[in-house]
C-alpha cells in the first residue's frame, strides 16, 4: 500500500496531502452516517487502550487510522520532474469527550474547560517536536461534516508544513499590516463593535461575530477581544472566557439553527514562529447548511444564501 506523502500543487504551489492509507479504516465506502449506538462505539470504553491524557472528562488518544506517520528525520521536498513531493509525517491524535452523545451545545461550563485543557497541553507538546510547523486543532459534528463516529471528538493534526488556507489567511494579514501597521483582525473587530449589527455575543475577553464576508451561511467567528497571536498563549482568566463564550455560541447554533452538522477548527500562528505578531487567532465554526453546485465549483465563488446580519440576528435571538 502507497505510504501518504505531501504533493505540491505545480500552478498554486499549494500542497495536498494524498493519504495513501485511509483505505484501512473499515467504513471507508460504507455509509456516512456515523454510528450512534454506544455498544459499537469505539470511543465509549477506553478502557485498555494506551491514553495520552487520561482526565476528568477529556481524553486524548493517538488516531487508530493516521494518515501522518511519526518520524525521526524531518522531511525535505523531493523532485519530480516538475513536480515535488514529502513524505507524510507528522502527528494525529483525538480528544474524546466522556459522554456519548452530548456535544458542544450540551456540555456544561467545566466539561468545555476540559477540552480546552486538553487541547492546550497537546499543542504545547506537540509543538517542541522539531519537524512541526503548523497544529490544526479542529471538530467535526455531525454526518455532512464528515464525522465518521457520533461520539463527540475533536482531533488534533500536527503538520511539517503550513496549510494551504493558513497560509492565505497568514499573508493576508502579513499585507495589511504592511500597508497600514495594524492588524487586520484588531481592525475588523473595531468596524464590527461600532456596527454591532454582526456581533453575536460577546463577554470581557472574547466576541463572536458573523463575518462580513462569510463563506457559508451562519458562519461564526470567536476571537479573543484583545490582540494575540498564539492560541498556546491564552491564560488562565482567557480559558475560563473562551469556555463560557463556547458554551454560549454551540447552545445558539443548536437551538437557533435546529441542531446542524458543523465543522469548528482553530487558527492560529505557526509553531516556533515568533515574526507572526501580525496575526490574531480565533476560533471558525461553519455549520453545514448548503451543498456547494457547479458555479461554486467551476468558479471558486462561496454563495452565502444568508446575509451574516441576518444570521447574527436569528443567533442573537436564539436561547441559551
Avoid at 504551489?13 to 450512534?36: E, H, Q, T
Avoid at 461550563?109 to 517536536?129: K, M, P
Amino acid at each position: 500500500m502507497m505510504p501518504s506523502e505531501f504533493r505540491k500543487d505545480i500552478v498554486s504551489g499549494d500542497w495536498v496531502l494524498i493519504a495513501g492509507g485511509l483505505k484501512k479504516k473499515p467504513n471507508f465506502f460504507a455509509s456516512r452516517k456515523p454510528k450512534a449506538s454506544k455498544k459499537e462505539c469505539p470511543f465509549e470504553n477506553l478502557e485498555g487502550k494506551k491514553k495520552i491524557i487520561s482526565s476528568g472528562f477529556a481524553e486524548v488518544i493517538v488516531n487508530k487510522f493516521p494518515i501522518l506517520s511519526p518520524h525521526k528525520v524531518c522531511p525535505k521536498p523531493i523532485p519530480e520532474g516538475p513536480y515535488h513531493k514529502m513524505g507524510g509525517v507528522g502527528f494525529q491524535e483525538i480528544v474524546v469527550t466522556r459522554d456519548h452523545s452530548r456535544a458542544f451545545g450540551s456540555m456544561r461550563l467545566e466539561e468545555i474547560s476540559a477540552v480546552i485543557n486538553a487541547y492546550l497541553a497537546r499543542y504545547r507538546a506537540l509543538e517542541r517536536e522539531k519537524c512541526i510547523k503548523y497544529i490544526l486543532v479542529f471538530h467535526n459534528h455531525g454526518p455532512s461534516a464528515g464525522a465518521t463516529v457520533a461520539h463527540p471528538h475533536s482531533q488534533i493534526s500536527a503538520l511539517p508544513i503550513i496549510p494551504p488556507d493558513v497560509s492565505r489567511s497568514l499573508k493576508g494579514s502579513e499585507d495589511y499590516f504592511r500597508r497600514h501597521r495594524a492588524c487586520v483582525h484588531c481592525a475588523l473587530l473595531k468596524k464590527e463593535f461600532r456596527d454591532k449589527k454582526r456581533i453575536i455575543w460577546r463577554n470581557k475577553n472574547f466576541v463572536a461575530i458573523a463575518p462580513y464576508a462569510s463563506h457559508v451561511s451562519f458562519e461564526t467567528r470567536i476571537y479573543p477581544v484583545k490582540h494575540n497571536s498564539n492560541f498556546e498563549e491564552i491564560g488562565e482568566k482567557n480559558k475560563e472566557s473562551m469556555a463560557e463564550m463556547m458554551q454560549v455560541v454551540f447552545r445558539k447554533i443548536k437551538n437557533g439553527m435546529n441542531n446542524p452538522d458543523y465543522n469548528f477548527f482553530i487558527h492560529t500562528a505557526p509553531v516556533k514562529d515568533r515574526q507572526m505578531r501580525h496575526y490574531h487567532w480565533h476560533m471558525e465554526i461553519l455549520p453545514r447548511t448548503n451543498i456547494w453546485g457547479g458555479l461554486e465549483l467551476g468558479s471558486g465563488i462561496e454563495v452565502v444564501k444568508i446575509p451574516p446580519e441576518e444570521s447574527a440576528k436569528i443567533l442573537r435571538k436564539a436561547k441559551i
